[in-house]
């Protein structure tokens, strides 16, 4: 099994940084997709809620349909914490101030050559600057809605 997942050490410091939150347990099959090895070794995937009043910013990737929270991988060489900006500034051109850390889930994804366990974190933000310098994105500000519709499954 391949685990995705920070360091003990780095968790502690971004619970004691951040307080205490909401812990999560999932099963995901992907049984007609594989690992592969193109794969970034990663220590785990994060979810920024980019907040603008009552409304949260979704992007709409090129292969889809609906607006979803911005995310990516985070690489062992970054802390989550500045992976995080580091993603929000990529899919939005904005850049943010991590507010705080809303939920950990650890994901165990069967996939049909790997069984991987990895660790996603939500973080809501604020909006400190817009990038001016970037490529257009597709984003919109959207009617925060309940927990469970805006987080993907």
């Given at each position: ?5 920070p360091?003990?050490?780095e968790?502690?410091?971004?619970i004691?940084s951040?307080g ?5 347990e999932?099963?995901?099959?992907l049984?007609?997709?594989k690992?592969?090895?193109n794969?970034?070794?990663s220590?785990?995937e994060v979810?920024i809620?980019?907040?603008r009043a ?7 990737y090129?292969d889809g349909?609906r ?12 802390s989550l914490?500045?992976?995080?900006k580091?993603i929000?500034?990529?899919k ?5 101030k991590?507010l ?10 069967k996939f049909?050559d790997?069984?991987v ?7 809501e ?5 817009k990038?001016l310098?970037?490529e ?12 469970n ?5």
């Amino acid at each position: 099994m391949k685990i995705e997942r920070p360091e003990d050490e780095e968790l502690k410091e971004l619970i004691e940084s951040y307080g205490p939150t909401y812990f999560k347990e999932k099963q995901v099959y992907l049984e007609d997709t594989k690992y592969g090895l193109n794969q970034v070794k990663s220590k785990g995937e994060v979810f920024i809620e980019v907040k603008r009043a009552d409304k949260v910013l979704g992007v709409r990737y090129s292969d889809g349909e609906r607006y979803v929270l911005p995310s990516g991988r985070i690489g062992y060489d970054e802390s989550l914490i500045e992976g995080a900006k580091r993603i929000a500034l990529e899919k939005t051109n904005f850049k943010v101030k991590i507010l705080r850390l809303k939920e950990i889930r650890r994901i165990h994804i069967k996939f049909s050559d790997e069984l991987v366990e990895r660790w996603n974190f939500f973080f809501e933000s604020d909006i400190i600057e817009k990038n001016l310098d970037g490529e257009f994105k597709d984003i919109k500000f959207l009617k925060k809605v309940s927990k469970n519709e805006r987080y993907p499954s």
